[in-house]
Structures are given as C-alpha cells and as structure tokens.
C-alpha cells in the first residue's frame, strides 16, 4: 500500500504552476497534495505565487492532474495492483504514444507524485517482461 | 504505440533502478546486455540485494535460452550468490556449468517437477556435479530426484541434507554418509518409501546431528531406532511424521524403556526422555486420553504446542475434555508455556488446572478455541488473584477464539493487568507446522 510521507506540511490552499511552454495551471489543494516536490516548495517559500515546472510540458501536466484526479476519487485502497489497473486505464483513454509514458515517469519522478511513479514504472517494467528476448526488448524501448 | 525517437535512456538511473527491480533476476541480466547504464545498475542491485536466487523454469522457456546465454547469465550472478533454488528446471542446464566454478555459493536446492514426464531426471552424476561446481556447498535440498545417494558422502563440507520424495535411495550408501559428513540436519520426511528404518539406523554414526526429520516407518519397524536417536549427544530437534501411528511414535520416544503409561522410570538412563523440554503435534486425534497419558511422561516439558484441526466433510471443533486435561496439568510442573489452539474444551476448568498446578506458566494459548467465551478469563483472574507468589502476568492468546477481544477494554480486566495480559491478534500458522508431525524440542 502506498504510504503519506508527510515530508512537508500539507497544502491548504491552491496552487498555481506554469509548465515548460508557458502554460499556467490552477490545482486544487486535494490534487497539488499527492506532489510532494510541491509541498516541500512551499514549505520552504510560502509566498510563491507561480510555481515554475521547467521540464514538464502542458500535455504532459494535464496527464499528471487526470491521474492525481482519479486517486483522489478513486474508491478502492490505492495499492500495487489497484494502480496498475488504473494506470492501463489511463494508458487506453489518453495515451498513444511511449514518449509521453517516459515523460510522464520524469514528470512523477520530478514532482515526486509516488503512486504515479510506481504505476509507470511497473507498468514499463510490464512490457519488458512481455519481450522474449533482448532484441525485442532493443526494438521497443530502443535502448541502442 | 509510435516509438520513433523514445528510448528508455531517455529516464534517469534512479527510474530506471525502479524498473528493473520488478523484473525477474534474468531479465535483469537480458537488460543490462543492451546499454552499459543498464549493465551499471543491475550490478549495483544484484550487489546490493541478491544473496538468495529462485529460478524457474519458465523464466528461460519463454524466451528459447540458449545453453550459451544461461551459463554466461550463471557466470554474470555466480559472484553475488550464495543460495541458489532450482524450480522445474530442466537438468540440463545445470550441467552446462559442469566444468565451472562458483565457489560463493554455500546452498543448493533442486526442485524438480515430479509430476512431468518425460522430463530428464537428476540423478547421482549430479551429485558430482554439485561437488565441483559448488565446492563449498553446506546446505543441499533435493526433491524429486532419481539418486540412489551413492555420491552424497563426498560433499565434504555438507551441514545440512534434505532428501524429499526422493525414491531410488539405496540403504547400502547411508552408512557413508553418517560417517563421513558432519551433518547438523538431516531431514527425509516425506515420500522416501524405499528407505525402511533399518538403514537409518546408522544415523547414530553422525554424532553432531542437531536436528533430524524423518517419517514413523523409519521409527516402527522390526529394529528401533528409537534408543539410538535418542542418544546422539547434540540432538536438539526431532520431527517425526506420522500419518496412522501417533500414538505409538509417542510411547517410543516418552517411554523408551517400555514402562506402562505414567509409571516411574528408575535408575540412571534413559533419561533423554526426561530432557524433552517442548512438543508440538498438528493434526487429527480420535483419543486425547490416551495421548495426554503419554505426554505426562514428559516431566520436564516446558513447551507443550498442540493444533487441532477440522476433519473432513465436518465443521465443529475436536474436543479436550476437562478430565484429560486434569490429568496433564498435575504432570507438568515445569510448563512455561502452553498452546491448545483450534479445540473445543469442554469447559474453563481444563485450562485452569494449568494455571493452578504450574508455577512457571507464561503463556497460555487459546487461538482459535472455544470455551464458553469470556468465562475463561474472569475464573483465570480468580486464581491468578490468589496466586500471591506470581511475579510475573501470564499472558493469554486468544486471536480468534470465542473470548470476545473488546474484553481488554473491560474495567474489571484492567484493574488486574498485572495479573493477566490478553493478546488478541491472529497468529498465523507458521509454515513449518505442517499436520501430522510430532516435533520434539531437547534441552541442549
């Protein structure tokens, strides 16, 4: 089960961040929570107004939010198996593309979002363990 | 899914450490084939975490290994282990390390599927195998192999042998292997059904054996073995299974000398069984009269364990009844510690007995239980009241029992804490208590 480590105190009030291009978003306290690069920010500055994410992209950032989105509201325990099951989910409805998983890994890593960053990996991870062999493992993650 | 320009080295190490970590020890090492950070970063894991390997089968099947990629994988992990476990593996591929070394490793286990056919079986060449490529091997496990134990007396520095299902043994080799090892532990427990007693009775020629485990049929045959295990001057633990014999595995190790039950034992020996400090039996018995008579020969028990379980097709507990028990608790004055899990009693008085008639009672477990619920614990307070020579609380198990678990927030239970702890969680049934096993515990 995936544990608060409550490194820093809790947010109570929203928060704005400005992607990579530009892009400004406003997230509720219940969503900016779950990142806790973000608590740790503001725990250090509490007066930032606009919260710089220079290495994630809009696209990437709105994936971000609809995860956080669906913990929030999801029902079950949020454990190993639950995450993974949601994240194929997500990977069905909004994802084509294996770019955006590996940017979405950096993007859990950076804002240190640890179920995200659990369901992605594990899910990568998932794929590996489909190739039979290092060619096909060469040929999809392009490792060469 | 387009692919074009991602890669995977797009993620920094400490991502790419996560990934790894879900896969299996040979994906790791098909892995860190493909870029040298990869090679990196298993290095460091398997440095850090792998000392204990299972293979399996499949983890080579799916991918069609070649004997050339899994002796370079065994080659790659030979320096990080030191216990390696063999699941349904073909055989074959343990002897394309034949003429290698890996000198790390100080624990084997062969578990083969004994149910496939056709499958190539280990066999006592194997063995030698095992001498040169693992050359420092302490602890060996086999299941499932067609070895007669011909070649087992040449792994020198062996401490520990267990032999499971394993049933071409020959008894002409035993000899040589009590003789020439320094066995610890010896275990042949199950499915050895050409192994008759007589040939174990050379047990006696491996005097550092601590621990041994074997089936009744080795015990109750023409020739007893009983007085010779019993005499070996470091055993510590002895397992017996038995299926249809309890009752007389007992009597053969609580009255070695054939006295009827409960009488005196006089003179000098004999007395190993006078140095039986624990016992635990898990299984279904149809007369605990005339099982407690003989466990009341066991004067210096300080640790009797006892698990009842359901029989088939039936749902309501085995009963303990009050008289038995009686009888038990004035023959144990040394118990520290007593477990009667899964039984129905006939009534409190049963346990009470113990609490009155053993001064150094500790522990009294009633998991899984029943006995008229919580009136257990308000006569227990009673003695245990009385009982002013007490420095200590006997504490009192009763994890899913008939004692309802909010009776710790009692006032009246509270007031006698001193006197009584009350434990509610649910121990589990530990692996090793496997049904049918009477397991003796000697002082060392």
């Given at each position: 089960m995936y544990s608060f480590i409550p490194r820093a105190a809790p947010i109570h009030r929203d928060v704005t961040v400005q992607t990579s291009n530009g892009c400004q978003y406003r997230v509720k306290s219940e969503l900016a929570n779950q990142m806790v690069a973000i608590r740790c920010l503001l725990a250090k500055s509490a007066d930032i107004s606009v919260i710089p994410l220079e290495d994630i992209d809009s696209e990437t950032f709105e994936l971000v939010l609809k995860w956080c989105r669906t913990v929030r509201d999801s029902k079950v325990t949020l454990n190993e198996h639950s995450a993974r099951t949601m994240f194929k989910k997500l990977v069905q409805e909004s994802i084509d593309d294996r770019i955006m998983i590996y940017k979405l890994i950096l993007a859990a890593n950076f804002l240190d979002i640890e179920s995200l960053w659990g369901a992605t990996t594990q899910h990568l991870s998932d794929e590996i363990n489909e190739c039979k062999s290092v060619q096909d493992m060469n040929k999809i993650f392009n490792v060469k | 899914m387009t692919t074009e320009t991602a890669s995977l080295m797009q993620l920094n190490d400490d991502v790419l450490a996560l990934i790894v970590r879900y896969l299996n020890v040979y994906q790791q090492f098909q892995l860190a084939q493909l870029h040298i950070r990869l090679s990196s970063i298993v290095q460091m894991l398997w440095r850090t975490r792998i000392r204990n390997v299972v293979l399996e089968d499949e983890m080579f099947r799916r991918s069609a290994t070649s004997s050339k990629e899994f002796l370079a994988f065994i080659l790659a992990l030979g320096p990080f282990m030191q216990g390696l476990s063999c699941h349904g593996m073909d055989v074959r591929r343990l002897r394309h390390l034949s003429s290698h070394t890996l000198g790390g490793i100080t624990s084997f286990e062969w578990m083969a599927e004994t149910q496939r056919r056709g499958r190539v079986r280990f066999v006592d060449e194997d063995v030698r195998l095992l001498r040169r490529v693992f050359p420092s091997l302490r602890k060996l496990k086999l299941r499932g192999c067609q070895i007669t134990g011909k070649y087992l007396c040449d792994l020198e520095l062996l401490k520990e042998l267990s032999l499971d299902d394993c049933q071409f043994l020959e008894s002409q080799y035993f000899p040589d292997i009590f003789r020439q090892l320094q066995l610890r532990k010896f275990?042949?427990?199950?499915?050895?059904?050409?192994?008759?007693?007589?040939?174990?009775?050379?047990?006696?020629?491996?005097?550092?054996?601590?621990?041994?485990?074997?089936?009744?049929?080795?015990?109750?045959?023409?020739?007893?073995?009983?007085?010779?295990?019993?005499?070996?001057?470091?055993?510590?633990?002895?397992?017996?299974?038995?299926?249809?014999?309890?009752?007389?595995?007992?009597?053969?190790?609580?009255?070695?000398?054939?006295?009827?039950?409960?009488?005196?034992?006089?003179?000098?020996?004999?007395?190993?069984?006078?140095?039986?400090?624990?016992?635990?039996?898990?299984?279904?018995?149809?007369?605990?009269?005339?099982?407690?008579?003989?466990?009341?020969?066991?004067?210096?028990?300080?640790?009797?364990?006892?698990?009842?379980?359901?029989?088939?097709?039936?749902?309501?507990?085995?009963?303990?009844?009050?008289?038995?028990?009686?009888?038990?608790?004035?023959?144990?004055?040394?118990?520290?510690?007593?477990?009667?899990?899964?039984?129905?009693?006939?009534?409190?008085?049963?346990?009470?007995?113990?609490?009155?008639?053993?001064?150094?009672?500790?522990?009294?477990?009633?998991?899984?239980?029943?006995?008229?619920?919580?009136?257990?614990?308000?006569?227990?307070?009673?003695?245990?009241?009385?009982?002013?020579?007490?420095?200590?609380?006997?504490?009192?198990?009763?994890?899913?029992?008939?004692?309802?678990?909010?009776?710790?927030?009692?006032?009246?239970?509270?007031?006698?804490?001193?006197?009584?702890?009350?434990?509610?969680?649910?121990?589990?049934?530990?692996?090793?208590?496997?049904?049918?096993?009477?397991?003796?515990c000697f002082v060392r």
């Amino acid at each position: 089960m995936y544990s608060f480590i409550p490194r820093a105190a809790p947010i109570h009030r929203d928060v704005t961040v400005q992607t990579s291009n530009g892009c400004q978003y406003r997230v509720k306290s219940e969503l900016a929570n779950q990142m806790v690069a973000i608590r740790c920010l503001l725990a250090k500055s509490a007066d930032i107004s606009v919260i710089p994410l220079e290495d994630i992209d809009s696209e990437t950032f709105e994936l971000v939010l609809k995860w956080c989105r669906t913990v929030r509201d999801s029902k079950v325990t949020l454990n190993e198996h639950s995450a993974r099951t949601m994240f194929k989910k997500l990977v069905q409805e909004s994802i084509d593309d294996r770019i955006m998983i590996y940017k979405l890994i950096l993007a859990a890593n950076f804002l240190d979002i640890e179920s995200l960053w659990g369901a992605t990996t594990q899910h990568l991870s998932d794929e590996i363990n489909e190739c039979k062999s290092v060619q096909d493992m060469n040929k999809i993650f392009n490792v060469k | 899914m387009t692919t074009e320009t991602a890669s995977l080295m797009q993620l920094n190490d400490d991502v790419l450490a996560l990934i790894v970590r879900y896969l299996n020890v040979y994906q790791q090492f098909q892995l860190a084939q493909l870029h040298i950070r990869l090679s990196s970063i298993v290095q460091m894991l398997w440095r850090t975490r792998i000392r204990n390997v299972v293979l399996e089968d499949e983890m080579f099947r799916r991918s069609a290994t070649s004997s050339k990629e899994f002796l370079a994988f065994i080659l790659a992990l030979g320096p990080f282990m030191q216990g390696l476990s063999c699941h349904g593996m073909d055989v074959r591929r343990l002897r394309h390390l034949s003429s290698h070394t890996l000198g790390g490793i100080t624990s084997f286990e062969w578990m083969a599927e004994t149910q496939r056919r056709g499958r190539v079986r280990f066999v006592d060449e194997d063995v030698r195998l095992l001498r040169r490529v693992f050359p420092s091997l302490r602890k060996l496990k086999l299941r499932g192999c067609q070895i007669t134990g011909k070649y087992l007396c040449d792994l020198e520095l062996l401490k520990e042998l267990s032999l499971d299902d394993c049933q071409f043994l020959e008894s002409q080799y035993f000899p040589d292997i009590f003789r020439q090892l320094q066995l610890r532990k010896f275990d042949i427990m199950e499915d050895c059904d050409e192994v008759n007693c007589c040939d174990l009775v050379d047990l006696q020629l491996c005097p550092t054996l601590e621990h041994i485990k074997i089936a009744d049929y080795h015990l109750c045959m023409e020739s007893d073995i009983t007085q010779q295990l019993l005499q070996l001057p470091r055993l510590h633990k002895l397992s017996i299974y038995s299926r249809n014999f309890v009752f007389d595995v007992l009597s053969r190790i609580a009255r070695p000398n054939n006295l009827p039950p409960g009488g005196e034992l006089r003179g000098i020996i004999g007395g190993r069984q006078q140095q039986i400090e624990g016992f635990r039996f898990s299984g279904l018995l149809h007369d605990y009269g005339r099982f407690f008579r003989e466990l009341s020969n066991l004067r210096q028990l300080q640790r009797l364990e006892l698990h009842g379980l359901l029989e088939e097709g039936q749902d309501q507990l085995q009963c303990l009844e009050d008289q038995a028990l009686l009888h038990l608790s004035t023959k144990l004055p040394a118990l520290t510690e007593l477990h009667l899990c899964g039984y129905q009693l006939e009534s409190p008085a049963g346990i009470l007995e113990f609490i009155i008639h053993c001064r150094q009672l500790k522990i009294v477990n009633f998991t899984r239980s029943k006995c008229l619920g919580d009136a257990l614990v308000w006569r227990s307070l009673g003695i245990l009241t009385k009982q002013k020579w007490r420095h200590e609380p006997i504490r009192l198990w009763i994890g899913e029992s008939d004692i309802n678990p909010e009776i710790i927030h009692s006032s009246r239970y509270l007031d006698n804490e001193r006197l009584l702890r009350i434990e509610t969680k649910r121990l589990s049934h530990h692996e090793d208590y496997m049904n049918g096993v009477l397991k003796f515990c000697f002082v060392r």
